[in-house]
């Protein structure tokens, strides 16, 4: 399916930058040998992880929480201490590391962004600026030795060359050491058509049949998968080299559900297609309805998925009117291809709108829990996921 042209999903830009924004064709395909979904159309890696990289993974209070108790699980079901020595890919700001370096745990980040690497670094979390691949696993294997664990949490997903990824991981772990990771999970996405999850730093879509396939060419499988209830419905899977551990029934069961559901029929993936379709034309006449009532409309978070459905849907200054966030790199810069100005939070409490467009739905629960007074003002949530919706 095509999402047609597409600017970088967390490009925000100044008005210098506009006669230069790079495009591409934003396209996921579904490959019915390996059941792999992915984008067919590859942006440069250098393009979107830099000195200037605008996501930091410490924005959400939630997911601060989330990591702390994945770090918290994984110490203690794996009985993790000084003697053990761990690696996390795409380790954004240390947000998940702090709590290994807190445990003085010997760990590793690995972060091709520099500017976010350096505040882990200033945290005193040990990170290296570097995009993970075979090369960079031997590297660290000479200078630290091999590792108990590898960890990634929605990093996975982002990496095209996926085989020397897992290559490197194998190389780096430990014959009995384990790869813990967490991406979204292709199911929700499919259930939820949560089609803003689909842009250029997101290769994957990842199921449980694919990463399968996948971890079965360099003798490694899942034992086992546990949902998680972040970023829209991800899924966290540990992997191992074959045979050193019993693979738990939760992986029989999703396989059955995947199986269940169609996930290895394109058919599946027309039906989200056309719902991916009616979701827009909702969300445009919704728009164009509330415009002609002469009301204000503001965007909540300028996510990166934001970039998708503002393309993707056409949806300019003419709909709404800026789009608040909390992240001082954003503000005063443009969205990505639609060139909304992105304004500071303050922008939208000083002056609350009528509607607000919930671009951080996956955050909804934080969000609803800090936002009352906007609804006690009369202001109304508009979401887009699972359906085009003022939420009552
Ligand atoms: O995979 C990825 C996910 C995990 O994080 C990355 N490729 C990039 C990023 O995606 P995203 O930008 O869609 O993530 P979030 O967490 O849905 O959105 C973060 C943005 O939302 C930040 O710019 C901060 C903003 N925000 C806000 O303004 N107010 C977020 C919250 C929770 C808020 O209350």
Redesign the pocket.
């Known amino acids: 399916m095509s999402f047609g042209k597409m600017s970088i999903a967390n490009g925000f830009l100044t008005k210098a930058d506009f006669k230069n924004e790079y495009f591409f064709n934003l396209e996921v395909g579904f490959c019915q040998n390996c059941y792999m979904v992915q984008l067919t159309e590859l942006v440069d890696r250098n393009k979107m992880f830099h000195d200037n990289y605008a996501?930091y993974s410490s924005?959400?209070r939630g997911?601060a929480d989330h990591f702390k108790e994945m770090a918290e699980d994984v110490i203690g079901r794996y009985g993790l201490g000084t003697e053990s020595f761990i690696v996390e890919l795409g380790s954004n700001d240390g947000i998940m590391l702090k709590h290994f370096a807190e445990r003085l745990i010997p760990h590793l980040g690995v972060e091709p962004s520099s500017n976010v690497a350096n505040i882990a670094q200033g945290n005193g979390i040990n990170t290296m600026c570097a995009f993970f691949d075979e090369k960079v696993a031997q590297d660290i294997v000479s200078e630290y030795g091999k590792a108990d664990m590898v960890l990634g949490a929605?990093v996975m997903c982002?990496i095209p060359n996926i085989h020397s990824v897992v290559s490197g991981i194998k190389l780096l772990l430990k014959t009995y050491g384990l790869l813990i990771f967490e991406d979204p999970y292709l199911g929700e996405m499919l259930k939820r058509t949560s089609y803003d999850q689909i842009y250029d730093?997101?290769a994957f879509y990842f199921s449980l049949a694919s990463l399968s396939w996948l971890f079965k060419q360099h003798g490694m499988e899942i034992i086992s998968v546990e949902p998680q209830n972040v970023?829209g419905g991800s899924m966290r899977y540990t992997v191992a080299n074959i045979g050193e551990y019993a693979v738990t029934p939760s992986v029989e069961s999703l396989i059955d559900n995947e199986k269940f559901y169609g996930f290895h029929f394109h058919e599946t993936y027309d039906s989200f297609r056309d719902n991916v379709k009616l979701s827009r034309s909702s969300l445009i006449s919704l728009l164009h309805k509330i415009k002609k009532d002469r009301k204000r409309v503001v965007g909540y978070?300028?996510?990166?998925?934001s970039t998708t459905v503002l393309n993707y849907c056409g949806i300019g200054t003419d709909l709404i009117e800026f789009i608040?966030?909390?992240?001082p790199i954003?503000q005063g810069k443009f969205s990505p291809g639609m060139h909304i100005p992105v304004r500071p939070?303050e922008n939208f409490t000083e002056r609350y709108p009528d509607y607000a467009l919930l671009f951080?739905w996956?955050?909804m629960k934080?969000?609803m829990d800090k936002e009352s007074n906007f609804s006690l003002a009369g202001g109304k949530w508009i979401t887009f996921v699972p359906e085009v919706r003022i939420m009552s």
């Open positions: 996501f924005t959400s997911m929605n982002h730093e997101h970023h978070a300028a996510t990166s998925k608040s966030d909390t992240t954003k939070y951080a996956n955050h934080e969000v």
